[in-house]
């Protein structure tokens, strides 16, 4: 689940663990378009947050969060600008919310 990365202000950088690592490295992948990895051209994001068609949304984010290995989307639900995501993990369930605006 690491993204290697270059910071170059690293003065208010935090490291997280457990739920909130899950839940970054959700949100880089879902915020990052497809190819825009320069680790590997095969990974991010398979959805736009603009699409209006729900279930096209649906199915972009599972196929996106189904890249991290160990995890599988359980189920996804829209809400407004807000995108909640189950997604199962290392034996438990987690929810994750995140909001469409902030993908673009």
Known sequence: MDFPLVLSDTS????VYGYDELKQALYLLLKT????FLQSPVIGSR???HVVEELTLRAGISATITQLRGCTC???RVSGDNV???VSYGG???D?????SSFN
């Open 84 to 86: 909640v995501v189950r």
């Open 12 to 15: 208010t950088l935090s490291f």
């Open 47 to 49: 959805v736009s947050p």
């Open 96 to 100: 994750f919310e995140y909001s469409l």
């Open 92 to 94: 438990r369930l987690d």
């Open 33 to 36: 378009w497809y190819g825009r």
């Open 74 to 76: 359980e189920d996804v």
